[in-house]
């Protein structure tokens, strides 16, 4: 019948649809009371105007800024615990410590390389690294550990009806851990793999990150290696980090942060796991070597300036047509990050910019800075140029990174050095204005980010007690005028210049002619000085 109303006439569907109506109906009304309580037992669920009994009450996200507050306690024996709860079902809690490799100057350097390496591993409670995981992906959580040359990191990112558990991991994983034989021994050979294969990759910036600082800083606090020596590896035991871990892991030193959690319950499951449970030292004394014990290295970091080279063979990229290059890194001393000049000398980091000649562009991946403008559209020979500005409690370092072709070391030298030189010169409004929006836009997306609030509140609180709203650093960087430039670029330009290089560097100048180029006005080197023996 439906067969014959679908290829019928309009007359013809009319008809059917009305048959089928009556159909319907008819059969509706015939339908007994015990059909009608059969159909009403399918699902235990009330009728859709009424709740749904047992569910929690519905939590609404909220925008308010006396929602987003960050609130901080200090506990009896001075642990600090900070939280800023925030909208959501998952959370962000770990641990940051006042410690790294810039302490390292009676140990062997590479101690907080190691820490990285064996975190999460078998503690008192949980007999192997699956244990743990097993554990954590319950509550659909991940973990990480993150060695810095002022801090040591350990997070953990899950559902926050899951926080009591993952507090007792963290607890577990800084003050508990085994550090099995068999666990030092995979710590070494991942370093040694690490290591390797930094050595064969064509990106070099995690290297000249450490030559740069070994430079400006020689031989103390932030100019200490952050990665571990090769010659160090064999060197560093299990009493030693044991040492480290009891002079360095102590509440003072500590503050354990989160977001998207309850702060009473935060505080309630740091006196549990990290006060009222021992660690593993004060449980057992005899894991360490009292009679080895040094005092922290509390001294202030001494900018020295200087010189780092390698001379080595850089593999090349795996893209046909690519030249082998050189590295280069100039730096000077810049500013901590409590210094009142700190937000305009990330300003100017930001209007120096740049980044590498295949970028794909816009406006909104820094093609308009400087380095951009100036060295990248210019010097088709030059393949990379970014600068960095790093800040810590006593000091900062301001840097550029380029590289270019064995043949245009010299001539890559002078262009950056020239840059430096003319941070001060034509400053724009248009280019000011530029780099305050990019630089606020960008301190607000990172924000955005879960992991990311954590260690801005950690590192705040360890830093200064207190935590600024991004609210405060927006406003400071719209104060931020084209004076306030020029003051920090003559700052930067009053210090000795840092330079590390890596590659072939058979035309590398030295230091002497990089300190004179910075001298001059106009950042040119002395002319080259010809001689029969060369």
Request: glycine share 6%; charged share 20%; aromatic share 8%.
């Amino acid at each position: 019948m439906l067969r014959l109303c679908h290829q019928g006439t309009p007359r013809t569907a009319r008809l059917c649809h009305y048959i089928s109506s009556r159909l319907f109906s008819e059969t509706a009304s015939t339908e007994t009371d015990s059909d009608l309580s059969f159909r009403g037992r399918v699902t235990d669920m009330p009728p859709m105007n009424q709740p749904v009994p047992g569910l929690p009450e519905p939590v609404y996200s909220d925008y308010k800024e006396s929602s987003q507050k960050t609130q901080i306690t200090t506990l009896a024996n001075g642990l600090r615990i900070a939280s800023e709860n925030r909208f959501g079902e998952f959370c962000t809690v770990g641990v940051v410590i006042d410690s790294g490799s810039r302490y390292e100057v009676a140990y062997p350097s590479g101690i907080s390389h190691f820490l990285e390496k064996l975190a999460f591993h078998s503690t008192s409670k949980y007999p192997d690294k699956d244990a743990m995981m097993n554990n954590l992906e319950q509550h659909g959580g991940i973990c990480d550990s993150q060695a810095s040359r002022d801090t040591m990191i350990y997070a953990a990112s899950a559902y926050n009806t899951g926080l009591n558990d993952v507090m007792k991991l963290l607890g577990e994983v800084v003050l508990r851990p085994r550090i099995t034989q068999e666990e030092l021994e995979y710590a070494k050979q991942a370093i040694y793999f690490e290591l390797e294969t930094l050595a064969m990759r064509p990106e070099q910036e995690t290297l000249l990150m450490d030559m740069i600082h070994a430079a400006a800083y020689r031989d103390n606090t932030l100019g200490l290696p952050k990665l571990c020596p090769s010659n160090n590896i064999n060197k560093i035991d299990r009493p030693m980090i044991f040492n480290y871990l009891r002079q360095h892991i102590v509440p003072k030193r500590m503050v354990i942060a989160g977001v998207g959690v309850d702060h009473q319950r935060l505080v309630d499951s740091a006196q549990k796991f990290f006060v009222d449970e021992k660690s593993v030292w004060e449980a057992k004394p005899a894991l360490y070597q009292p009679h080895k014990s040094v005092n922290i290295d509390e001294s202030v970091s001494q900018y020295t300036g200087g010189l780092v080279q390698e001379e080595c063979e850089i593999p090349q990229f795996a893209s046909a047509g690519l030249p082998v290059l050189c590295h280069v890194m100039i730096g000077l001393e810049g500013c901590s990050h409590q210094d009142d000049d700190f937000i305009a000398m990330c300003v100017l980091n930001m209007m120096m910019g740049g980044g590498g000649s295949f970028s794909a562009g816009g406006p909104g991946k820094g093609m308009y800075t400087r380095l951009y403008t100036n060295v990248l559209n210019k010097y088709h020979w030059m393949y990379s140029a970014t600068a960095y500005n790093h800040a810590y409690a006593d000091s900062g370092l301001f840097c550029i990174h380029a590289s270019a072709p064995p043949a245009q070391l010299r001539d890559m030298v002078e262009v950056i050095v020239k840059e430096m030189v003319f941070m001060t010169n034509n400053i724009t409004e248009t280019e000011l204005r530029r780099a305050k929006t990019q630089l606020q836009s960008m301190l607000l997306m990172n924000l955005e980010s879960r992991p990311v609030v954590f260690e801005d509140i950690a590192r705040q609180v360890l830093a200064t007690g207190h935590r600024k709203r991004p609210s405060y650093y927006i406003e400071a960087i719209e104060k931020i005028t084209r004076d306030n430039i020029i003051a920090v670029a003559r700052r930067l330009l009053s210090s000795q210049p840092s330079v590390a290089a890596r590659g072939d560097l058979r035309h590398m100048p030295s230091l002497e002619v990089i300190q004179a180029a910075f001298l001059n006005s106009e950042g040119k080197m002395p002319a080259r000085k010809l001689s029969l023996f060369r």
